[in-house]
């Protein structure tokens, strides 16, 4: 008996690579990365402390999961010789190094004050670290969807 030939599948090609791509890049760096400030939320909460988000990220420690993404994500677009949207890849591949320059020295300097005693305002490491994050999830992101465009 001949079968005929097979359509392709509602959802297959580039939209769903890039999907796929997306939510594993979500989970194994972005989710994976944050859970160390999650667990520390959890058990202070198990503990009955109240913790305030300054509390679990006024030390800096978004800046290192930030750096850490930031840098992966550059590192999909990094050396690609794919002409296609060539400026579009230069941008997120220089938007995410300085992101990684600029969280890693803004560590260095609050990990040093921290050192030395100094006092430091964590609501402004905390609010602004998450800025410098959701800047970075941003691009990051961006540039894993395009790292899929060929």
């Known amino acids: 008996m001949m079968q005929a030939p097979s359509s392709p599948r509602r959802g297959s090609g580039t939209a769903t690579q890039i999907r796929m791509k997306v939510v594993r890049?979500?989970?194994?760096?972005?989710?994976?990365?944050?859970?160390?400030?999650?667990?520390?939320?959890?058990?202070?909460?198990?503990?009955?402390?109240?913790i305030a988000y300054d509390d679990l990220v006024g030390r800096g420690e978004l800046l290192l999961v930030t750096a850490a993404i930031a840098a992966a994500s550059a590192?999909?677009?990094?050396?690609?010789?794919?002409?296609?949207?060539?400026?579009?890849?230069?941008?997120?591949?220089?938007?995410?190094?300085?992101?990684v320059c600029l969280s890693s020295y803004w560590f260095a300097d609050i990990a040093a004050g921290l050192q030395s005693n100094q006092v430091l305002d964590r609501y402004v490491i905390a609010t602004g670290?998450?800025?410098v994050f959701i800047f970075a999830f941003i691009i990051s992101a961006c540039s894993i969807i395009v790292s899929e465009l060929r």
């Open 25 to 50: 890049w979500s989970i194994f760096s972005v989710a994976f990365a944050l859970l160390p400030i999650g667990v520390n939320g959890l058990s202070a909460a198990t503990r009955n402390r109240g």
């Open 129 to 131: 670290s998450s800025a």
């Open 75 to 99: 590192g999909e677009l990094f050396g690609d010789k794919e002409s296609r949207l060539r400026t579009t890849r230069l941008f997120l591949v220089g938007m995410s190094f300085l992101v």
